[in-house]
């Protein structure tokens, strides 16, 4: 669970961050799953985007993909969201 502060900083780093996630009409599936999974690996902070023409709003897809990547929602503004995952393995961000 990340304390305040923890949000604080992710959300500093999140704000120099391009969207490298997209979530259109399609909505969540298999493979927007496997690309935010293979993303946190990489980068342990994502941040993605819900188009316009996407069946649910930005909260609800951060939190299904949240729970779906066994991830934490950092942020939701707008339909920008931002996750994050910490890479057990190799970590790059430090508290």
């Known amino acids: 669970m990340l304390t ?3 949000r604080a ?4 780093i999140a704000n120099q961050l391009d969207t490298i996630l997209q979530v259109g009409k399609g ?3 298999e493979q927007v799953i496997k690309q935010a999974n293979d993303a946190l690996e990489a980068r342990e902070i994502i941040k993605g985007r819900v188009l316009e023409t996407a069946p649910a709003f930005a909260r609800e897809v951060a939190d299904e993909l ?3 990547t066994n991830s934490e929602v950092v942020q939701v ?3 920008k969201f ?3 995952r910490k890479n057990k393995k190799n970590p790059k961000i430090t508290f």
């Open 27 to 29: 909505g969540i599936g």
């Open 77 to 79: 503004i707008g339909t």
């Open 9 to 12: 900083s992710l959300r500093k």
């Open 4 to 6: 305040s502060k923890d």
């Open 82 to 84: 931002v996750l994050y």
């Open 66 to 68: 949240a729970q779906a």
